[in-house]
């Protein structure tokens, strides 16, 4: 656009208008791409901060605490006392002395009865009656109250010598001698062999022939990244035709198959 302005033509470019909130949003993104302050210049910063303005420095005099005498108090030490004073035997008031209990109150100071059906616990001790203080034993009561002899074995009982388990009367039976009569070996049994047993001549000079060498050697195979392949078949063995005994062992058990 051209204005004209005292005999001088000036040039003027105009702009479109933009909105209001497309300018805000310019200068709040610039205000976002800002770089953060460091705070770590300043190690004794303040705890709080005042983003608008900094608070006015006071000119009075400072503020003076006053120490209440509940506060006094409570500064104090606690104050522990190390024997008591307090005596195990005190006076009794006259109303206590006086006093008189009421039915309710002498009702419940009564103990619980016990249920129904207790029986008291039996003493470990019962008193004998006159028949048994007064009773004699039988001789046969008098064998069984003997202790059961048993033979000691030697090392034992120090004191006491024991009898020795050949003077003891018992005489096996023949099933028993049987059974105790130690087993003989094989008339063919020849018994363990040696481990280690001399190698003939012959084995020692033996020279191993071409075809055994051959199939002593591994199989050379290749590896799976050179392009070996498990999973082929020969040629041979789709060719192959089984014969009658493998073609034997391939039938099923006549006991497993169902009769139609």
Known sequence: ???????????????????????????????LAQPKPNRLRYPDRRSVYWLDQMPPESTGSITKIELTPRWSELCRNKTFYSQVTISPEWAVSGAALRAV??????????????????????????????GTQTAVATSR???????????????????SKPLPLTHIPYKPSAHIELLATPKHDHPKFEGQRSVCWPVS??????????????????????????????????????????????????LPLPRKCASN
């Open 101 to 130: 209990p009421s039915d309710r109150l002498c009702a419940l100071a009564l103990p619980p009865a016990p249920a129904v059906g207790w029986q008291p616990e039996c003493p470990l001790l019962k008193p004998l009656n006159r």
């Open 141 to 159: 009561i008098c064998q069984l109250a003997q202790p059961k002899r048993r033979p000691v074995l030697e090392g034992c009982s120090p004191k």
């Open 201 to 250: 001549r012959a084995a020692r000079n033996c020279s191993a022939s071409h075809r055994l060498l051959e199939l002593c050697g591994p199989k050379k195979r290749m590896a799976l990244f050179e392009g070996y392949d498990p999973n082929i078949v020969s040629r041979a063995a789709r060719s192959a035709s089984p014969s009658p005994r493998i073609q034997q062992l391939c």
């Open 1 to 31: 656009m051209f204005v004209k302005d005292n005999g001088i033509v000036m040039n003027i470019l105009c702009f479109p208008r933009q909105p209001a909130s497309t300018i805000f949003m310019a200068t709040f993104t610039k205000k």
